[in-house]
């Protein structure tokens, strides 16, 4: 396992660093996918979506942090096309496990919302419709609004917000308060922010295809990378989620002899 930061030379517009999207790209362009399960959004909504090609893989820029059922188009997905990818959370990385994919790339995952929940967080918080809103994050303890407001005829400013996790936590969705996964072990390779200098991912490469892939797309000059991570910063949210471990263990026992509590 190796840790890198990675940022791509593309000119795209992405979340961060920008690997993920040109990683893909990479893989369709080469042949070593065929199609690959990723989210578009309709007004911040996710949808997800098949992608077989570089122009449908641009469609699904930035993350959402709502709800997203992307495991529904697996079946389909291996049953019609023979080399299938999947990005997703580690919840859909462990999912995706029981079908027979060449490439899962998973994203690093605190908490998720339903996304009437994210609609109104934002609202009651900070005002602004979903149409407003050009960018989410989940970053150093905080979520992040990034909006455009119109100013004037033809103006417009842009606007941030954020509010502390700690205070709208406890809305996640129920599955994330036991999920003890925040870098989705499972995945080939992992995806996220934390670790890394702003405009950066950080990307943890799991086996040997993943590593050879990432070199191949360096020396062609679609990538920029550098052993710069702040593993510790990475394994601390490793900690807290793995405290679930624990939560888990008593949600069992209970389910077996309620008795004991």
Request: with cysteine; glycine share 6%.
């Amino acid at each position: 396992m190796k840790y890198l930061s990675v940022k791509s030379k593309l000119n795209i517009d992405v979340q961060d660093g920008g690997f993920t999207t040109t990683l893909l790209s990479y893989c369709l362009e080469n042949s070593i996918l065929d199609a690959v399960v990723v989210v578009r959004d309709k007004n911040w909504k996710p949808v997800a979506y098949l992608a077989t090609n570089t122009v449908e893989l641009l469609e699904s820029p930035k993350s959402k942090y709502s709800i997203s059922p992307n495991n529904k188009l697996l079946e389909y997905a291996t049953e019609n096309y023979d080399k299938v990818g999947l990005v997703g959370l580690p919840c859909h990385i462990l999912g995706g496990l029981q079908f027979d994919l060449t490439l899962k790339v998973g994203l690093f995952c605190t908490k998720n919302f339903h996304y009437y929940i994210i609609k109104n967080i934002i609202k009651e918080n900070f005002g602004p419709n979903m149409d407003e809103v050009v960018k989410m994050n989940i970053t150093k303890g905080k979520f992040v609004v990034e909006t455009l407001k119109r100013k004037g005829f033809t103006g417009t400013e842009k606007v941030v917000y954020e509010i502390p996790i700690k205070d709208i936590e406890k809305l996640c969705n129920l599955g994330c308060r036991v999920c003890s996964d925040f870098s989705a072990k499972y995945a080939d390779v992992s995806v996220g922010s934390v670790g890394s200098e702003d405009g950066w991912n950080t990307v943890i490469v799991r086996n040997k295809m993943v590593e050879d892939i990432i070199n191949d797309m360096s020396e062609k000059g679609l990538i920029e990378v550098k052993e710069t991570v702040d593993i510790k910063a990475v394994e601390k949210l490793e900690n807290i989620k793995k405290k679930n471990e624990e939560i888990n263990k008593c949600s069992a026992y209970f389910a077996v002899c309620p008795s004991l509590f």
